[in-house]
RNA sequence: CGGGGUGUGGCGCAGUUGGUAGCGCGCUACGUUCGGGACGUAGAGGCCGCGAGUUCGAGUCUCGCCACUCCGACCA
């Protein structure tokens, strides 16, 4: 039943930007490039919030929240960022409207321009920095370790529901550190929490690795990433975090006195995962039917519907079903007892198979005199006959199984699109193939650049767990001390 | 920003050589149904994307614009 997307879906663009709006998590807004999220796209994005938060907690950070508007000339202080978001600022240059001179309607009343333009955030870290110089004078002060939940704007040319819109939410977390060492752990420490997330939580497999120079975030003296593999064979960035050395601190002065009575440059990471994990989830485990949730950040774990005809039925099973509905709360289950009498049970099975609802129980008269209950997983689509007793037990331990189930399918999705190659002839073929490719490279960006030129691949990060495999580079030959991933990115 | 597609009740679509708008789903009411997207009967619901033009007359023809979507370039 559940076939591989990939084997039915000529287009899988279209296929992914359809089952977007049918399961109701967003659709596009008048605003262009813009997004609106529905209400139960937007109750997954919760779940994801809060799992996040919570480990970002866990790990010692708390919250805070920054201007969204930043004053032109903070972003300019640090040459290589202002390079790398230049070209797609939103600016506000005036701070008023008035009539028309004409009679219709509105125009920018050229009398309230700014003195100093303003631009709408494509992520804080020069306001932040411009912030945090007043927050810290001595070694006693640090580290600063914040996090903001935010909308960012990025004005794209092209962009896609989740994966890539004008507007998105993200958390972006700041961190100040008196040493390099300091910092480059929490760099790590944190590209480690995003993978657990994926894995734990989105039942994502992903790669850990660090980004090449050219694919490196904009300011940042090294960027660490978790790379995932989408169904239709290309690679989503799904987080980074990245250590950005001091060069904000020299930007914005940010000194402290160390324990020795010296001024120092302070050292400083930020990291950060946006609503593009929405559009990660969908595309890594959604089938023909639907979305398929891990029941971790299912909004809604398990369903019950009613099969009756007449009310004198549907009050019995009605009683049945409010019990378990309570079992299962009881141990923590989010349920729904669907007992709408405007659509049938052939109609909720589809409907909360397209909204990829882990588990759903049903139940009828037959159940009724017999005891049991129809029990069906969304992922393998499979349906059991199961008794009434202990139902709730079996359903709690059926969601972990689906959110394991889940992951391992990902997992074995992945191995099978991953391919090492050696010579360059072969790279081109199999990346039209999709998948991850392991390969040598000379570690150049020349070379890096010719490979994309040539065949739209880039290489994705260099893996912290590869193993260490001197080799040759596959276009230029040159020593490559280990393979590196490449793949078609989204 | 280039190239394609689409724009007509809430949704999906049809609409012939130009003649004053229709179908399916959904919605409302009543009845019959109910173990995988039910059926009957009766209703309600339209600035035909926007603006000009041609014409006695435009959903239909012409020009311009806009939006969405797909494919490129840019990027998370």
Redesign the pocket.
């Known amino acids: 039943m559940a076939k591989e997307v990939t084997n039915r879906v000529d ?4 296929w ?2 359809d089952l977007v709006v049918k399961a109701g998590l967003a659709e ?7 997004m609106v999220i529905k209400p139960y796209g937007y109750a997954i994005w919760e779940k994801i919030q809060a799992a996040l938060d919570k480990m970002f907690k866990d790990t010692g950070h708390v919250n805070a929240y920054f201007p969204l508007f930043i004053p032109k000339s903070f972003l300019s202080r640090e040459a290589e960022h202002v390079e ?1 978001f230049a ?2 600022c939103a600016v506000v240059t005036h701070h008023r409207l008035m009539n028309s001179p004409d009679g219709k309607g509105l125009v920018v009343d050229p009398e309230a321009k700014l003195e100093e333009e303003l631009v709408v955030r494509p992520t804080s870290e020069t306001i932040i920095w411009n912030t945090y110089k007043g927050w810290i004078q001595s070694y006693r002060d640090l580290p600063v370790l914040v996090n903001q939940w935010a909308n ?1 704007v ?1 004005w ?6 989740f ?4 507007e ?1 939410l993200w958390q972006e977390g700041h961190t100040a550190h008196a040493t390099r060492e300091e910092a480059v752990a929490e760099a790590e420490k944190m590209v480690n929490v995003y993978a657990d997330f994926a894995e734990t939580f989105l039942a994502l497999p992903v790669l850990v690795g660090k980004k090449t120079a050219s ?1 490196r ?2 300011g940042a003296e090294d960027t660490y990433c978790i790379e995932a593999l989408m169904q239709d064979g290309k690679a989503l ?1 799904a987080g ?1 975090s990245h250590f950005l050395g001091q060069n904000f601190a020299k930007a914005f002065d940010v000194q402290y006195v160390s324990r020795e009575g010296k001024q120092e440059y302070v050292w400083a990471t930020s990291w950060g995962v ?3 994990l929405m559009g990660a989830l969908i595309m890594a485990h959604s089938d023909n ?1 639907g979305l398929v949730l891990p029941p971790k950040l299912a909004p809604l774990q398990a369903v019950i519907v009613p ?4 009310d004198h039925e549907l009050e019995a099973i009605s009683a049945k079903a409010n019990e378990m509905k309570r079992q299962l709360e009881a141990l923590g289950v989010t349920v729904k007892y669907d007992d709408r ?7 909720k ?3 909360y ?2 909204k990829g609802v882990p588990v ?1 129980l ?7 005199q017999n005891g049991t209950v ?1 029990v ?1 997983r969304r992922d393998t ?1 499979q ?1 059991q006959l199961l008794p009434q007793e202990n139902i709730a037990a079996h359903v709690t331990a059926l969601l972990d199984e689906i959110q394991a189930n889940i992951y391992a399918k990902a997992k074995a999705f992945r191995a099978e699109n991953t391919a090492e190659v050696s010579s360059y002839d072969d790279f081109k073929a199999q990346i039209e193939k999709g998948g991850f490719i392991l390969a040598h490279w000379d570690g150049t960006p020349e070379t890096e650049a010719k490979i994309k030129d040539e065949t ?1 691949a880039t290489i994705r990060c260099i893996p912290r767990d590869g193993k260490r495999e001197p080799g040759c580079c596959m276009v230029t030959g040159k020593p490559s001390a280990q393979r590196v991933v490449f793949a078609r ?2």
């Open positions: 287009n899988y663009a279209q992914y930007n596009s807004s008048a605003v262009r490039g813009c790398g070209k797609e960012v990025r794209e040319m092209r962009t896609r529901l994966l890539r819109t004008a998105f694919e975030f904009a960035q980074t946006s609503t593009r039917c099969i009756y005809k007449g009498d405007n659509v049938r049970s052939g109609f099975f589809a409907e198979e397209l759903r049903a139940i009828g008269p037959r159940d009724m129809e069906a689509l349906k739209k990115a989204y």
